[in-house]
């Protein structure tokens, strides 16, 4: 009874916030870090809902701040989807995006819809990424299906539904974005390398739209660039990746969302 009771009082606030203009200001970022912070979000109410440590109005806060940073990320998730398009749950799941403005004016069974709606396109769309032959097009794939994974968790608590089986198959969604895109380096000597004043090595790291290469370079023991270490390497090159977000959003889930 007090979570429908929290819902509601949630939703009525929300209503009027929602339809203020202006009430939600869009700050810049990229699109990587638009996106990321859509999961950042809902990993929070998440943890709150799961601990019982939500009153009524850290719920309204959480959902408004959750409406806000879904319209900062939408264009960016929504330009993702556009570059699948031929995939057939791509129209469902930008219609799952696009309606997350409208969650505070759905009934508590409309909610409820919503919230198995999204866990399904989100599914859906995992069994694409695993099909195609493309890691361009499975980078733009991992971006939807964390998108949709996040929105669902969402969903899911302002609905009062359990985490028990979504939460491990969110899990092994991003464990599959990062296995497949994960950064791998090597590195070679550098054209330089003949003169001794002069350290210089080339490293190539694969991406999913092709190479990107740094270099370690140093003259006369000043350093003019680098030096890079394995970590470093991969971050650089998987910056502005889905392998981005959803190594974030494995590292959340493994260490308990914080």
Known sequence: MRARLLRGI???ALAVVVLLPGAATPVQATTGQAIKKVGEVAFRLFLDARQGDLTEQQLIQALQEFVAVV???????????DAVASAPWVGAAEHAILEVPSLPLLTEDALLDYALEVALHARQAKSVFDAVDSDSEADHLGFAVYSLYSVGLEARVAA???TSTYMPNFRTAMQAIVDRL???CTSREGDMDYHPSIYHVVHTCTT?????TFQDYQVSGEWREGPWTGATLEAAAG???SWEVARDALQRID???R
């Open 255 to 257: 260490n308990g969302g």
């Open 208 to 212: 999913p739209h092709g190479p990107r």
């Open 10 to 12: 949630a939703m009525t």
């Open 160 to 162: 009062g539904l359990g």
């Open 239 to 241: 910056a502005g990746t």
């Open 182 to 184: 994960k950064p791998r």
């Open 71 to 81: 319209g900062e990320a939408e264009d960016a998730i929504l330009t993702h989807l």
